[in-house]
């Protein structure tokens, strides 16, 4: 049998292949049946048949290691109160956060006490930390935030609680101290000048944790943001610089591609060594053999080595949407420059920007992310500025500083602030509309050979993604739901412990609560939403937004919200708006406030609490005398669904003077025993329930008393810590779907 580089290329699709089934079947196979289909791949393999033994090979590896890993995870059975003792090296740390191996925790402790600030990276330390699996938020549209984390080589999540025994046990390195000195000294800078500091940090020490969630929106809006996210761009060009050097003093081959694979891995350790530096590492590597002519390796033969070893070393890493990125990224500028004459290095670059941008524009775009046309000219400048000259100079700059000569670091960070303004400017300038991104696509037709002149319509691409697909400038998803007013969909979020419902309805969207924030600035309800308020689904933004009472599992997210939707109309106690009586529209719904009976607020009362929710009922017009309907009653308690379920069966009955079940309940406070009690069970009658409650909550929601009471109703019931975000067809109710019908393969393994 006689291996070519067709065999690697081959072998290499056929791992990935094998190891994408397994994640996609999501079937655990006993160990016996993992042997047989390993010594048949092994048969097939040894007969050349390299695309299909690497197929089968790759289903068993990753489930194989996958159950390897999560092996070696503490245990996480225990309930949340139980300490587990943990012993490692701090090796990454985030604002109130740090990670020790493979388990990454919240930090309670508080500053002021006898216990030390935030532990620092590189120094050893045994922690009492209470721990359970990774469980990420199940919302359509949204990224599986476990799949990623265990592809990084995170198997377990936790906290450090407030009086939990914390003791540091070595100091770190001299390299860490020094840098952690650095970083910790960001605190002592003017506010106008801080954020400089932080994207010199982010780039030269890839202490990209300082970023801020403003930071980051700002680098997603300007389409910059590869550029500071340690990765095979920094290091490609680092190592290019050395060559260049060693190209104008005429070094040695064997002097200059060693100084340069030396160079471009000493930063990336300098910089922390994540998931996409130790990728961009390998390539690099591999990209270096090419140059120097070893044993005439080919670039394809390279590209599927490089993957071949990256599957083998963690198959997880086709979870990471970075795998995805790098590698589609070398395979189009392969595909672009492989054969072809070499151009001026400016034309080059500018060839390099516009595929990247036609081939992954349309995938930010339907992940939520922004398309600004401005970053190809923005990157033009910006890549051979960052990464031949402020690269470099604040590398050297950063040496110089463990000699206490501190001038050009400054002057760096001055120059990182100017630049930062820019790209701010940048951000606010007018941006046309894309309206099909997939329509970018066709551009990468100019890939195709000179001599196929389907090539030549590749300009297509571009006119048809900004050209308008509407002749009446209303978005066409919203028409079926304008011709039948019955059709309306209610989407009950999954934003952990806490309550956020989008209500859609003639292209108008309604959002009850907003769940949880945090001090970052980061909200659960802002990346579940994203999928649903895109410019083009959502030119308004948020038509309706209704704050129940103000507790912060159901108000926590406004603040966030506000920075990234418009708001038309907001009812909420602050508001003096939402109370009984009231009556008003949505499309084609109509919606009726039943409690509080006045506006809670007064110059006495500062605060809506549970008893002040504000309870809703919509509903849609009566069609073939059915009524389909949702009820959101926040925290409201017993005492108040006593008063208001009692006009309940009079607001359900249709024009033929029969009662009309309740469609929908979002059972009150997350399914609590102070609420959904047998009154308003009896007054209404409701089809489907849903429990806004948190995985693994430590409030116990629901409630086994309200979960029985429901069953003895016969209602149907669901939960967003079991099921994931639900979403209904309030046209076609038997139309429901969640979103864990399908479960991941950790979900067997305790994770979710």
Not at 276 to 293: D, K, Q, T, V
Not at 336 to 365: E, M, N
Not at 387 to 396: A, C, S
Not at 650 to 669: A, F
Request: hydrophobic share 45%; aromatic share 10%; with cysteine.
């Amino acid at each position: 049998m006689k291996l070519t580089p067709y065999s690697f290329l081959h072998f290499a699709l056929g791992l990935l292949f094998g190891i994408l089934s397994a994640v996609l079947i999501s079937i655990w196979l006993p160990i016996e049946a993992l042997v047989l289909i390993s010594l048949f791949s092994l048969t097939l393999l040894k007969r050349g048949y390299f695309f299909m033994g690497a197929s089968f090979l790759g289903y068993c590896w990753l489930l194989v290691f996958l159950a390897w890993q999560i092996h070696q995870a503490p245990l996480t059975n225990h309930p949340s109160s139980h300490n587990t003792l943990i012993k490692g090296v701090i090796t990454q740390t985030y604002p109130n956060t740090i990670r020790v191996g493979n388990t990454r925790l919240n930090w309670y402790i508080p500053r002021t006490s006898s216990q030390q600030a935030l532990p620092r990276q590189g120094e050893l330390w045994q922690l009492e930390a209470r721990i359970r699996p990774l469980r990420s938020l199940q919302n359509f549209g949204q990224t599986d935030s476990t799949g990623n984390k265990l592809a990084a080589g995170q198997l377990v999540g936790g906290y450090i609680a407030r009086d939990a025994k914390v003791i540091k046990i070595k100091e770190a390195s001299r390299v860490n101290q020094w840098r952690n000195q650095l970083i910790n000294q960001i605190d002592s800078y003017s506010a106008d000048s801080q954020r400089g500091w932080r994207f010199l940090f982010a780039l030269g020490l890839g202490a990209k944790t300082l970023l801020t969630a403003d930071d980051w929106q700002l680098l997603q809006r300007t389409g910059t943001l590869h550029l500071w996210v340690v990765s095979g761009l920094h290091l490609g060009l680092l190592a290019g610089l050395v060559l260049g050097l060693a190209r104008f003093f005429s070094w040695r081959q064997g002097i200059a591609f060693p100084l340069a694979a030396a160079a471009a891995l000493g930063y990336a350790q300098l910089a922390g060594w994540g998931l996409a530096a130790e990728r961009s590492a390998l390539m690099l590597l591999l990209g270096l053999l090419i140059l120097s002519g070893w044993r005439k390796l080919g670039t394809w033969l390279a590209v599927s080595l490089a993957l071949i070893i990256l599957l083998l070393v963690n198959p997880l890493i086709v979870l990471s949407k970075g795998f995805w990125l790098s590698f589609g990224a070398v395979v189009i500028l392969i595909a672009g420059f492989y054969g072809r004459a070499i151009s001026h290095p400016v034309i080059s670059l500018i060839k390099v920007q516009v595929l990247l941008l036609l081939a992954f524009t349309p995938l930010l775009l339907w992940q939520g992310g922004w398309f600004n046309p401005w970053s190809l000219p923005i990157n033009l400048l910006l890549v051979p500025l960052v990464g031949l000259l402020l690269l470099p100079i604040t590398l050297l700059a950063l040496a110089l500083s463990t000699v206490d000569f501190y001038w050009p670091l400054e002057m760096c960070a001055i120059a990182f602030n100017y630049l930062v303004k820019g790209l701010a400017y940048a951000a606010q300038l007018e941006q046309p509309l894309i309206q099909q991104a997939s329509y970018l696509w066709l551009g990468l037709l100019i890939l195709l050979p000179s001599g196929i002149p389907l090539r030549h319509f590749s300009w297509l691409g571009l006119l048809l993604a900004f050209l308008p697909h509407t002749l009446n400038n209303e978005p066409l998803l919203n028409k079926p739901l304008i011709n039948k007013p019955h059709n309306w969909q209610v989407k009950v979020l999954d934003v952990g412990q806490g309550t956020a419902v989008l209500i859609e309805s003639a292209g108008e969207k309604l959002l009850y609560d907003t769940g949880k924030g945090f001090s970052s600035g980061w909200a659960a309800v802002v990346p579940a939403l994203t999928p649903w308020l895109t410019p083009k689904a959502a030119p308004k933004g948020i038509n309706q937004l209704i704050i129940s009472h103000d507790d912060q599992d159901h108000v926590g997210g406004l603040t966030a919200i506000k920075k990234r939707w418009a708001i038309q109309q907001e009812y909420s106690a602050q508001q003096h708006n939402c109370y009984a009586g009231q009556i008003w529209q949505l499309g084609q719904l109509e919606i009726t406030a039943l409690w509080p009976p006045q506006p809670p607020l007064t110059v006495y009362k500062k605060r809506a609490n549970n008893s002040d929710s504000c309870v809703l009922l919509i509903k849609a017009p009566e069609h073939n005398g059915r009524i389909t309907s949702v009820l959101l009653t926040g925290d409201a308690g017993l005492a108040e669904e006593a008063f208001f379920s009692q006009v309940l069966p009079q607001l359900l009955t249709n024009q033929q003077g029969e009662q009309q079940p309740l469609t929908l309940l979002i059972t009150g406070h997350h399914g609590s025993q102070t609420s959904t009690g047998l009154p308003l069970l009896q007054a209404t009658q409701p089809l489907w329930a849903v429990h806004t409650n948190g995985w693994r909550n430590s409030y116990g929601h629901p409630h086994n008393s309200v979960v029985q009471r429901l069953r003895q109703l016969n209602v149907t019931q669901l939960s967003t810590a079991a099921h994931g975000a639900v979403h209904f067809d309030m046209g076609k109710i038997t139309r429901m779907h969640y979103k864990n019908q399908k479960l991941p393969l950790w979900h067997g393994l305790g994770y979710r």
